[in-house]
């Protein structure tokens, strides 16, 4: 990343943008099982079809998702498997983190003896 240009790194900040927030993810994540209609994946995540599709024409516009037409529905599928591997080295971090401050906070809060 080091020598990247100013212009190479701004399409890198556009793609983690793309990661920042919640919807995004949770469609990244469904679609480990596979590609999926839109309207699966609205029903999966719980929000309406419009907003599931701009969230994933977003995705698409990183080169994350991959969508085909069939008929009158639309499937997407992940286009780039190394996105998996960068969330579960992300998600890996945080939870050695968050477990190291559990310890650290029982540490200095000890639970009562229940005895």
Do not use: W
Not at 21 to 40: D, M
């Amino acid at each position: 990343m080091k020598e990247l240009p100013p212009e190479a790194l701004e399409h890198v900040a556009a793609y983690f943008q793309a990661l920042s927030e919640p919807t995004r993810l949770n469609l990244i994540n469904l679609l480990r099982a596979g590609e999926r209609n839109v309207g699966e994946l609205a029903r999966s995540c719980g929000c309406t079809t419009a907003n599931t599709s701009k969230h994933l024409a977003l995705l698409a516009g990183q080169g994350l998702v991959a969508r085909e037409s069939r008929g009158t529905s639309v499937y997407y599928r992940i286009a780039d498997e190394t996105i998996y591997a960068l969330c579960d080295l992300v998600c890996d971090s945080l939870a050695r983190k968050f477990a190291q401050q559990a310890q650290e906070r029982a540490m200095f809060h000890p639970r009562p003896d229940i005895s």
